[in-house]
């Protein structure tokens, strides 16, 4: 496969260090276009993939990646108008705009599809939603979903429910660092090392995600088997309710929700 990156920042990165530990495309043939910040220089010296030097370049492209903040998109399209392969699919990665927009910039014919990933795919265990526009062909699909399937699991999702599911699996990872470094305050409050409260709160976040996952088992099933009659676990669940911790939860993704 062949691929090219337009925007190497913090998302833009996470998929090419993802793009190139999963293999699915050789430095050879990954192409990065940073903008004036010199995060794809730098990050072209430590991992070997290509600059682009002339958008020509990309006509022999699968896929062609947009990774920056939505305002700087139109002059990208612009420039990528008339340099695209027949078959080169535009992958957007940013929360705007929608397919529509980019559809009727680079022209009725052009292959368009969006994506919102999130920063674990630079560990292959992404959550990417991706909706595709109407030209998409099952060969397109295949192609994307073969490109973002290797950063982890990657789902097809109408595009009116991508901001959604962008929210949940894009901007969660934030909230869950929050909750693991308050984890880790707590353990240091109580006694534990940084270390020591790291190792645990991050296996046990892992161990907690994994048994939800294998025994589809619902979460509140899971957490009544935590909780032993007058024990430990059931006092510090009413702590969290006494403060607002699911409605905190709620008005976050609320608040976050892509549109
Ligand atoms: N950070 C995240 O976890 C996620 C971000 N996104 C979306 O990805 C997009 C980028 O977000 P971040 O990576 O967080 O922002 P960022 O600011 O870290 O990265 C944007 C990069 O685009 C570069 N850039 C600017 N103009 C350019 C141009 N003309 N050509 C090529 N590169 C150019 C900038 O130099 C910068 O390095 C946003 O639309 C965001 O909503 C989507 C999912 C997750
Ligand atoms: O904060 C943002 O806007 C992006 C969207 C998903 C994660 N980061």
């Given at each position: 496969m062949k691929i090219a990156c337009f925007g190497a920042g913090q998302i833009g990165s996470a998929f090419i260090r993802g793009v190139l530990k999963s293999q699915i495309v050789r430095p050879e043939n990954l192409l990065v276009k940073g903008g004036k910040s010199g995060t794809a220089e730098a990050l072209q010296a430590e991992l070997g993939f290509r600059l682009v030097r002339?958008?020509?370049?990309?006509?022999?492209?699968?896929v062609v990646c947009i990774a920056t903040?939505?305002?700087?998109i139109p002059s990208i399209l612009k420039e990528l108008k008339g340099n695209l392969g027949q078959n080169t699919i535009v992958l957007s990665?940013?929360?705007?705009?929608s397919i529509a927009v980019l559809q009727s910039a680079l022209g009725s014919h052009s292959l368009v599809a969006r994506a919102i990933p999130n920063t674990p795919i630079q560990v292959l265990a992404g959550m990417t939603g991706v909706s595709y526009g109407k030209n998409c062909q099952t060969t397109h699909k295949e192609t994307v979903q073969a490109l973002l399937g290797s950063l982890g699991q990657a789902l097809e999702v109408p595009e009116e429910k991508l901001g959604i599911f962008g929210t949940v699996a894009g901007c969660g990872p934030a909230f869950v660092d929050v909750f693991i470094e308050a984890l880790a305050d707590a353990s240091v409050l109580n006694g534990l090392s940084r270390k020591e409260a790291y190792k645990i709160v991050l296996q046990m976040i892992q161990g907690a995600a994994t048994l939800a996952q294998e025994s589809q088992t619902h979460p509140a099933v899971l957490k009544d088997q935590v909780?032993?009659?007058?024990?430990s676990t059931i006092r510090g669940v009413a702590a969290l309710e006494e403060n607002g911790f699911r409605n905190a939860v709620i008005q976050a993704i609320t608040k976050a929700n892509i549109h």
């Open positions: 002339n958008v020509a370049d990309l006509t022999d492209c699968d903040i939505p305002s700087v990665l940013a929360t705007s705009p909780c032993s009659p007058g024990g």
